[in-house]
């Protein structure tokens, strides 16, 4: 049986991702953001210019036009930077191929290969490995905008056939997803409004047993997760 320290050292380099290059500002929904952003903070300057005149009414309608377009930036905004990473799905996608290695008796080795190029190298415990995935889906209004369903692999773990063992065995669960400065999901089961656009609460996972080294590909469909090995 291969050590989990053996194992670090063999795949140190290969465990070392790439970052995804997604320019943040180049997205319509940035470009949007910035846009309302801009136009609010002008308006609220040329509301406190109107103050200074002793304008009043232009200063009131000004600086509320001004705070409600910057609202929206702000809205706009928080959607642009939680989008970042996930991966538009139009019908069925690679989301993954895994290389799964058996080392002793309910341990192997899985490698995670994603669409990038990068990967990740886990030590896992189970008869099986299990992988599962956040789906992003929008609303047809913010389809009409252009959000469309997206994905973000979530976690890779061990799976046991007996019940037993899922309750007293070793766990081995790692993460796959990226930090994210804002989180949607939270956001969505924290904030009312956003069920409007946005139908956070949608999740799917598969699972294949693992007795001899295979590979595996890991597609994602508007029904969810599925595996298939890939026959050479």
């Keep these: 049986m291969i050590s989990a320290t053996a194992v670090r050292e063999r795949h140190d380099e290969r465990l070392l991702i790439r970052p995804i290059s997604i320019d943040i500002f180049a997205t319509p929904f940035s470009l949007v953001a910035i846009t309302l952003g801009a136009l609010g903070a002008v308006l609220v300057i040329a509301g406190l210019a109107a103050l200074v005149r002793a304008k009043p009414l232009r200063f009131a309608l000004r600086t509320l036009a001004g705070l409600l377009l910057l609202s929206l930036g702000a809205l706009v905004g928080t959607i642009a930077v939680g989008t970042q990473g996930y991966r538009a799905l139009t019908r069925e996608d690679v989301a993954a191929r895994l290389f799964v290695r058996p080392t002793g008796p309910q341990r192997f080795i899985t490698t995670v290969r994603f669409p990038d190029g990068s990967e990740k190298a886990f030590e896992i415990a189970g008869d099986e490995i299990y992988i599962d995935a956040r789906i992003l889906k929008w609303k047809p209004f913010a389809n009409a905008v252009g959000l469309h369903t997206a994905y973000e692999l979530d976690r890779v773990a061990g799976r046991y056939h007996s019940i037993d063992q899922e309750r007293t065995a070793r ?3 790692h993460s796959l997803a990226q930090d994210r400065p804002v989180d949607l999901f939270s956001l969505r089961q924290r904030y009312a ?10 999740g799917s996972a598969t699972f294949a047993q693992v007795t001899l080294p295979a590979e595996l590909e890991v597609r994602v469909s508007t029904t969810g997760l599925l595996m298939r090995e890939v026959r050479r």
């Design 171 to 173: 766990r081995t669960v």
């Design 193 to 202: 409004f956003l069920a409007t656009l946005l139908d956070a609460e949608y």
